[in-house]
C-alpha cells in the first residue's frame, strides 16, 4: 500500500509486523464486528507499548528465587483519555497494559454534514498535569476532534500528551503537528488522504460503526 510520511518528528508510525498484521484485520471490509473489536484491542496493546516508552520508571530491590537483584518499576500515574465512541474500542487493551491508569472521557461527535466535532461528555481527572495523558482514537482525519480534544486537556492542566491512532490521515497529520508540536503521535499507518465526506482513504471505514455494529 502506498503511504505517505509527513517528516515531522513528533509522528511515529508503528510500523512493525504485528500491528500492521491488525490493522490488516481492521482494514478488511469482510471483517465483521466482533473479530474487529478483537483485532482493534490487539493493535491497541501494540500502541500502548511504543507510546509508553519514555515513561519514567525507578529502581526497586527484589530477590529472584536465586538473589538480591535491583528491578525497574514504571513511576509516575498515566491517564487513558479514549475519545469517545472509536476510543472506547482500544481502552480494554490500554487497560490490559497498564491496569491502574486513570480514564477520563471525551465524548465528541462528528457533525455528518460539517465533518465538525460537537462535544457531548467530558468527564476528566483533576490535576491532569501529573499525568502521561495518552489519548485513544483509532481515526485522525481532519484532525478537528483531536485539535479540540488537545485543546480542553491542555485547559485542565494536562502538559505530557500523547495520542495513539490506528490510521492518521496526512491532512490532520499536518494540522495536528502543527498545532501541538509538544504533543507525540502515534499511527499505525499514515494514509495519504479525506474523500469529499472526510473520511480517510483507504483508512478502514467508520471505526465507531464497525466496533459497534451501528453500520
Ligand atoms: C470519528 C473518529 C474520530 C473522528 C475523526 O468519530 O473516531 O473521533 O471521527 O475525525 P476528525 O479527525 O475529522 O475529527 P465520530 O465523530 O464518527 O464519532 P464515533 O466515534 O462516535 O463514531
Given at each position: 500500500?502506498?503511504?505517505?510520511?509527513?517528516?515531522?518528528?513528533?509522528?511515529?508510525?508503528?510500523?512493525?509486523?504485528?500491528?500492521?498484521?491488525?490493522?490488516?484485520?481492521?482494514?478488511?471490509?469482510?471483517?465483521?464486528?466482533?473479530?474487529?473489536?478483537?483485532?482493534?484491542?490487539?493493535?491497541?496493546?501494540?500502541?500502548?507499548?511504543?507510546?509508553?516508552?519514555?515513561?519514567?520508571?525507578?529502581?526497586?530491590?527484589?530477590?529472584?528465587?536465586?538473589?538480591?537483584?535491583?528491578?525497574?518499576?514504571?513511576?509516575?500515574?498515566?491517564?487513558?483519555?479514549?475519545?469517545?465512541?472509536?476510543?472506547?474500542?482500544?481502552?480494554?487493551?490500554?487497560?490490559?497494559?497498564?491496569?491502574?491508569?486513570?480514564?477520563?472521557?471525551?465524548?465528541?461527535?462528528?457533525?455528518?454534514?460539517?465533518?465538525?466535532?460537537?462535544?457531548?461528555?467530558?468527564?476528566?481527572?483533576?490535576?491532569?498535569?501529573?499525568?502521561?495523558?495518552?489519548?485513544?482514537?483509532?481515526?485522525?482525519?481532519?484532525?478537528?476532534?483531536?485539535s479540540?480534544?488537545?485543546?480542553?486537556?491542555?485547559?485542565e492542566?494536562?502538559?505530557?500528551?500523547?495520542?495513539?491512532?490506528?490510521?492518521?490521515?496526512?491532512?490532520?497529520?499536518?494540522?495536528?503537528?502543527?498545532?501541538?508540536?509538544?504533543?507525540?503521535?502515534?499511527?499505525?499507518?499514515?494514509?495519504?488522504?479525506?474523500?469529499d465526506?472526510?473520511?480517510?482513504?483507504?483508512?478502514?471505514?467508520?471505526?465507531?460503526?464497525?466496533?459497534?455494529?451501528?453500520?
Amino acid at each position: 500500500m502506498s503511504e505517505t510520511r509527513p517528516d515531522v518528528k513528533n509522528l511515529h508510525v508503528v510500523d512493525g509486523p504485528l500491528s500492521q498484521h491488525k490493522l490488516a484485520v481492521l482494514r478488511d471490509e469482510r471483517t465483521r464486528t466482533p473479530d474487529f473489536r478483537q483485532a482493534m484491542k490487539e493493535l491497541a496493546l501494540i500502541m500502548v507499548a511504543e507510546a509508553t516508552r519514555s515513561m519514567p520508571t525507578r529502581p526497586v530491590s527484589i530477590r529472584t528465587p536465586l538473589t538480591e537483584t535491583e528491578v525497574e518499576e514504571i513511576s509516575g500515574p498515566v491517564c487513558l483519555v479514549p475519545v469517545l465512541r472509536a476510543g472506547l474500542g482500544m481502552l480494554d487493551g490500554a487497560l490490559a497494559l497498564l491496569p491502574t491508569a486513570t480514564v477520563g472521557f471525551m465524548g465528541l461527535q462528528r457533525d455528518e454534514e460539517t465533518a465538525l466535532p460537537v462535544e457531548y461528555y467530558v468527564n476528566l481527572p483533576s490535576n491532569l498535569d501529573e499525568y502521561l495523558v495518552l489519548v485513544l482514537d483509532p481515526m485522525l482525519a481532519t484532525g478537528g476532534s483531536l485539535s479540540a480534544t488537545i485543546d480542553k486537556l491542555k485547559e485542565e492542566g494536562a502538559t505530557w500528551i500523547s495520542c495513539l491512532h490506528a490510521v492518521a490521515a496526512v491532512p490532520g497529520v499536518e494540522r495536528l503537528t502543527r498545532e501541538h508540536p509538544d504533543v507525540t503521535f502515534y499511527a499505525a499507518a499514515v494514509d495519504p488522504e479525506l474523500d469529499d465526506r472526510s473520511f480517510i482513504v483507504p483508512g478502514l471505514g467508520d471505526a465507531g460503526d464497525r466496533l459497534y455494529g451501528t453500520l
